[in-house]
Structure formats: structure tokens, C-alpha cells
């Protein structure tokens, strides 16, 4: 797909998890160590642009300087019920991360997202926010979350999924081309009930043994 914004991120651990996470066969218990596990390596990817500082330290041996991640204040903010999926496996690369969330339904007259939670840190301007669902599908929840971020001031965000669609990825990117889009696969299309083909079926139902 030809935006600019979506990127997908090419490593043969993460192709190799993914296949297993889409595999029907394949338990609750190891379908979320799976999700765990994709989601680190992406947020370790997606986070090669964190800016470093020196600062001074003492070794047992002697005073020297090393880097660390500079000021960057970092808020995940997973989109419920699926993106909550994802969080542990961020937070075990990043553990002081805030984590917002954004709850949202479909209207059944308007098929518009509605928003019925919504909760993040303040000072949102100093922050750099992950948002993240595991299925960019029609794209309508991203770019809502999306919306709601940036009216509640964020202004650094990057959207994180396992699987997109190419009907989701023209969507968001065309309503958030400032915001990064980072995808583990893109896949074929959705089909007429709104699942992604191939996909992985339901993510929040394998996520949390509701089917
Ligand atoms: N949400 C899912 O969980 N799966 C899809 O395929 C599409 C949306």
C-alpha cells in the first residue's frame, strides 16, 4: 500500500509468531504469549526513533558517561476490548509507560463508533502515544481513537496492529497522515461480516475465550 504513514515491519520472528497467532489450532494460553511476544519486537522496531541523552554514572570501576532514552514520556493506550492484548508485551520493554485506554462501540443505526470510556494521563503534549489494536479492519475505531487523542491534545502518536487491511490502512492514513501506522502483516481484504481475510479471526474472542 502506497502511503506514506504505513509501514510494515519485515522480521522473520515476528512472521514466524504471526503465523502461529493466526493458525485456529493454536491455544488461548499461547495465542496471548504469541500477541506478547509480537507486540515487544514491534515496539522495539517502532521505537528506533527515541531520541538518547549522556548522563554520568559510576560504574563499580569508575565515573563514566552513557546514554538513555531522553524525556520521552510514553502512553499506551489500547483500544478495548482487543488492544488490551498488547499492553503486557509493550510494558515488558517499556515498564514505565502510562497506559490510557479508549473504549469505543458501533452504533447499530449509524455503524459510527461511539465512545464509552475514554482515559489518559494528562500533559499530553510532552507524550508520545502508542495506540494500539491488534486488527486494522474497517478503520473506523483507529481513526475515532485517533480523533480522540489528538482533540484531547496529543501530539505525537503512532498506531500499532498486528494485522491490517487494506481497506483500514487507506482509511486511517487518509485521515491521519501526520500519525504513523505499523503493521506486523497487511492482508488480502475484508470480507462481508468485517473480518480480515486471511486474519486471525476474532482477536478480543481468542484473546480472552469468548467465542
Ligand atoms: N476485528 C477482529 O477481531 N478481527 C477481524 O478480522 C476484524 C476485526
Known amino acids: 500500500m502506497n502511503f506514506e504513514n504505513f509501514h510494515i515491519i ?15 489450532h493454536t491455544s488461548k494460553k499461547e495465542f496471548k504469549e504469541l500477541v506478547d511476544e509480537v507486540a515487544l519486537l514491534m515496539a522495539y522496531e517502532i521505537t528506533k526513533d527515541f531520541s538518547l541523552q549522556e548522563i554520568e ?22 483500544i478495548l476490548r482487543a488492544g488490551l492484548g498488547m499492553v503486557d508485551g509493550i510494558l515488558k520493554l517499556i515498564p514505565s509507560a502510562r497506559v490510557g485506554h479508549i473504549g469505543l462501540y458501533r452504533d447499530e443505526k449509524t455503524l459510527k463508533p461511539v465512545s464509552y470510556y475514554f482515559k489518559i494521563p494528562s500533559n499530553c503534549e510532552d507524550r508520545e502515544f502508542i495506540l494500539v489494536d491488534p486488527m ?7 481513526v475515532a ?67
Open 57 to 78: 554514572i559510576s560504574t563499580p570501576i569508575c565515573k563514566t558517561k552513557s546514554k538513555v532514552v531522553s524525556g520521552k514520556k510514553v502512553v499506551l493506550v489500547p
Open 10 to 24: 519485515k522480521h522473520p520472528l515476528i512472521e514466524h509468531k504471526l503465523t502461529y497467532i493466526r493458525e485456529k
Open 136 to 142: 486494522l479492519a474497517t478503520g473506523g475505531s483507529a
Open 145 to 211: 481513537a485517533a480523533d480522540m487523542l489528538k482533540k484531547a491534545g496529543a501530539k505525537n502518536i503512532k498506531f500499532m496492529c498486528l494485522i491490517a487491511a487494506p481497506e483500514g490502512v487507506e482509511k486511517f492514513c487518509k485521515a491521519h497522515p501526520d500519525v504513523k501506522v505499523y503493521a506486523a502483516g497487511l492482508d488480502e481484504k475484508l470480507n462481508e461480516h468485517g473480518y480480515i481475510v486471511p486474519g486471525l479471526g476474532d482477536a478480543g474472542d481468542r484473546l480472552f475465550g469468548t467465542k
